[in-house]
């Protein structure tokens, strides 16, 4: 049997997934993706450049509110995943699910591993990169196979374990149908600049919703 059928972190199929804590630590909040043409169309502000800085922080409040219900990076963004205690040996292999990822498109990748590594049994705990060529991604199963780490990892840290990663640019966001349903959104969010109202607002047919869930991962 494969050292890979065991352990929390190795079974082909997980259910939870084996991180225990993400933190985003670098995300683009400059690029536009709504260009401000489009958005001064859709909300009929022709020749009406008086609230364009308004509009310019909407138009990265929707991408990002976009970006966050899909799951998936409209521009590339950053993410430093933490795994639990280990308690393998030497040379296990091990697999590290990675909790955001975004497709490869026409010969690029969608996932690039910044590194891994893993806090060492020393006092006090170093922090140790793994080799670029003892660990690969998966993307049939959204993951990291470490295959070569040793056992000195710390089984006293919590999260002993660290991978850092980029999602790259997802083609989907450059599909009319995800971008009108930014402009929806961004539409909304402009008539609307109170959280409260006197009266029920109900969803439209074919709304961000409609537009957005066939986009939306399906994980099992």
Known sequence: MSDTLANPYLGTSRNPFNYQKVEQVSRD??????????????????????????LSSLELATRMAIEDYLGMSIFPVTYKTYYGTFNGISGSQVSLDLPEVSQAFQGQSGVTILSVEYYSGDTPPVLTAVATTDYYYD???????????????????????????????????QYPVIKQAGLLLLTHI???????????????????TQLLRPYKDLVM
């Not at 008539?191 to 961000?208: A, H």
């Open 190 to 208: 402009y008539n609307n600049r109170s959280n409260t109202t006197e009266t029920k607002l109900n969803d439209i047919p074919f709304g961000v």
């Open 139 to 173: 993307p049939t199963g959204n993951k990291v196979v470490v295959t070569g780490l040793p056992n000195t990892v710390n089984n006293f840290i919590s999260n002993p374990i660290v991978c850092t990663y980029t999602c790259n640019a997802n083609p989907v966001a």
């Open 29 to 54: 909040i400059v690029t536009e993706w709504l260009t401000l043409d489009e958005i001064t169309q859709q909300l009929n502000l022709f020749q009406d450049e008086s609230q364009d800085s308004y």
